[in-house]
């Protein structure tokens, strides 16, 4: 628990709790927003295409927005951070943020196997999905909507719930 309080008195967490400027919590909230926007948007079309729920979007020309996805998933880990920082006590051991990272971990972790895969294949639309392509989109999907709803959950609860 120190180190939690510990986290909450950098100067980081101190700046996107307590700043008066728009470059404190509202900037970091924002990013954060555009950067789940990029994340599950992109990934959200691929599961849905993997999953089978889109079959008519080609695969191989999605390969080309993994670094898209990319810079979005670092954009929600700074801003992430700097969020966690700010409430540390209450928002770490809150059951919503740790379904949340765990979600976030394997959906990213799915997203990986997805690039490193499927889609090294330059021919990936012609040939037939292999059934573990398909239960990686559906679950990229649900972990997403898990992710998400988890998310938005933390700031409802943290009042709530003790820190331990």
Do not use: C
Request: aromatic fraction near 10%.
């Amino acid at each position: 628990m120190s180190f939690l309080l510990w986290l909450e008195s950098t100067s980081i967490g101190t700046f996107v709790r307590e700043g008066q400027s728009l470059l404190a919590y509202p900037t970091f909230i924002v990013v954060h927003t555009i950067g789940l926007s990029i994340v599950v948007g992109i990934s959200g079309a691929m599961g849905a295409r993997l999953a089978g729920l889109a079959p008519t979007i080609p695969l191989a020309p999605l390969k080309k927005l993994f670094p898209i996805i990319w810079f979005g998933f670092v954009l929600n880990l700074i801003s992430g951070s700097g969020l966690a920082m700010a409430s540390a006590a209450k928002t770490v051991p809150n059951p919503f943020f740790l379904t949340k990272i765990f979600a976030v971990i394997v959906a990213v972790t799915i997203l990986r196997v997805l690039q490193v895969r499927i889609f090294r294949d330059p021919d990936v639309d012609n040939k037939p999905l292999a059934p573990m392509g398909r239960m990686l989109g559906i679950s990229l999907l649900a972990l997403w909507m898990i992710a998400t709803i988890a998310g938005r959950l933390i700031g409802y609860s943290v009042d709530l719930i003790s820190p331990i």
